[in-house]
């Protein structure tokens, strides 16, 4: 039996995306994400915040960095990614980051130009992006 990896966050854009171009025309985009949660700790209401770092790939790189801005409410589906690299001085690092597959843009219709409520879609086997402008929930 293999294991699932699945990511579900809700938050906001720390950050516009980070959008480069690697070698053979692929498109990377990458920012932070914020996700808050509250909780009543000794009777005062406590809010606690995680950073998460997303990343996403070719046509959902390109939409995400036409639509998606430094404040604005994703729902962001994807996997856990671990790698690692050596800084400079050739230390190894690890860091851990989201690898999206599909992102919704949630907020008022005034949030997004041109349109609202887009839903972006990638499968394992096809890179290529559709926006969904009926309006509807993927849920």
Same mark, same amino acid.
């Given at each position: ?21 690697? %070698? ?12 808050? =949660?509250?909780? +009543?700790?000794? /009777? ?8 998460? +770092?997303?990343?996403?790939?070719? /046509?959902?790189?390109? *939409? ?12 962001? =589906? /994807?996997?856990? $990614?671990? $790698?690692?690299?050596?800084?400079? =001085? ?8 989201? *690898?999206?597959? +599909? ?7 005034? %949030? ?20 969904? +402008? ?6």
């Amino acid at each position: 039996m293999s294991g699932i990896n699945k990511v579900i966050l809700v938050g906001h854009l720390g950050k516009d995306p980070e959008v480069r171009h690697l %070698d053979g025309g692929v498109t990377v985009a990458s920012f932070p994400l914020a996700t808050s =949660e509250t909780f +009543n700790k000794d /009777g005062k209401r406590v809010e606690q915040t995680e950073w998460h +770092n997303i990343v996403l790939w070719r /046509g959902l790189a390109e *939409v995400a960095s036409k639509y998606l801005q430094k404040g604005k409410l994703v729902y962001i =589906e /994807g996997k856990l $990614r671990t $790698r690692s690299f050596e800084d400079k =001085e050739k230390v190894k690092k690890y860091v851990t980051e989201v *690898v999206a597959e +599909n992102f919704t843009m949630l907020g008022r219709k005034s %949030d997004f130009e041109p349109t609202t409520s887009e839903v972006v879609h990638k499968t394992e086997d096809d890179f290529s992006t559709t926006i969904d +402008n009926s309006g509807d929930l993927p849920f």
